[in-house]
């Protein structure tokens, strides 16, 4: 459902107001998602980035033939579709980290299609400390600690280097996005925050943090963590692993959805749903999220904070 819920936020209108957007991928593809939804809007293929992304009639792909528009069936797992997708985020890396574009949004990909390619350990997270994936809706962000590790491991993770390296990097990276001094709760990894890695580990770690100006408290318990932050107590949530953070802000709201990762070279948003093969073509899909995140993408780049 990519082309389809991009073209859809594209022809918004809004995206354009406050960016210049331009399309990474396969020209065709756009060109039949257009048609599937639609939308009143022109495309056109481009090879090079500059001056694009001006006019609001016109959807403007940078295409460098990375897909066959004859070696692909819509909805379907392909290695071909895998490998172009690889493609697609390697060209994007390389246009942020040249300074060409200001930062990059992902559509949902399909990460069956890059396990065909072998090209699926090119989105593996690295291991915890360097980046970390956030996610927000409103009210509620949520930066997680660890990511996709099983949670039998994540005990051991857990250190105090490593909570204030987090604590750190969400305080240095909300005030470069425009939010002046970011209140920052901590979620226990215990119930009630009570145990070892609340008491050794993570309760060190905030202490550490607000010696050194941050705004910060934590070990708060799990179960309330999230409550207070959706009510305005917090800015954020740091919390201690994947489905932590996941099932707090899904539960919360899913429509809308924005996912980015901090610690990176350049600033890249993604939503939080997937390719849902099940509706393709269909031109029901929500396109809320990867319109979120574009506008999102807009604000932070300019310091406007969260929109």
């Not at 495309?43 to 528009?69: F, H, M, Q, S, W």
Request: glycine share 10%; proline share 5%.
């Amino acid at each position: 459902i990519g082309p389809e819920v991009t073209v859809r936020a594209l022809a918004t209108g809004t995206p354009y107001e406050v960016s210049r957007p331009v399309l990474i991928g396969c020209t065709e593809a756009v060109e039949w998602a257009v048609g599937v939804t639609g939308v009143n809007l022109e495309v056109k293929r481009v090879t090079d980035i500059a001056g694009v992304g001006e006019n609001p009639g016109v959807i403007e792909v940078y295409d460098t033939g990375k897909l066959d528009p004859n070696d692909y069936e819509v909805g379907v797992e392909s290695a071909s579709c895998g490998q172009a997708t690889a493609d697609w985020l390697k060209e994007g890396e390389e246009l942020a980290l040249a300074g060409q574009v200001d930062a990059v949004v992902m559509a949902p990909i399909n990460t069956g299609a890059m396990k065909m390619a072998k090209v699926l350990d090119q989105i593996i997270p690295p291991e915890p400390g360097s980046t970390y994936l956030t996610l927000f809706n409103g009210p509620l962000r949520v930066v997680h600690l660890t990511d996709h590790m099983p949670l039998s491991k994540v005990s051991g993770v857990i250190t105090q280097d490593l909570v204030y390296g987090a604590i750190k990097m969400i305080n240095e990276t909300f005030v470069k996005w425009g939010v002046s001094n970011p209140k920052i709760g901590v979620s226990g990894f215990n119930c009630h925050a009570v145990g070892e890695e609340d008491e050794k580990e993570i309760t060190p770690g905030v202490d550490r943090a607000r010696a050194d100006g941050m705004d910060v408290v934590g070990p708060i318990p799990p179960d309330t963590v999230f409550r207070r932050c959706v009510d305005g107590q917090y800015d954020v949530v740091l919390c201690m692993y994947h489905d932590q953070g996941h099932i707090a802000l899904k539960t919360w709201k899913f429509d809308g959805n924005c996912a980015t990762t901090l610690g990176t070279d350049y600033l890249s948003m993604s939503v939080a749903h997937g390719t849902a093969f099940d509706i393709v073509g269909q031109n029901i899909a929500n396109h809320e999220m990867i319109l979120n995140s574009m506008l999102q993408a807009a604000s932070f780049i300019d310091g406007r904070g969260f929109i």
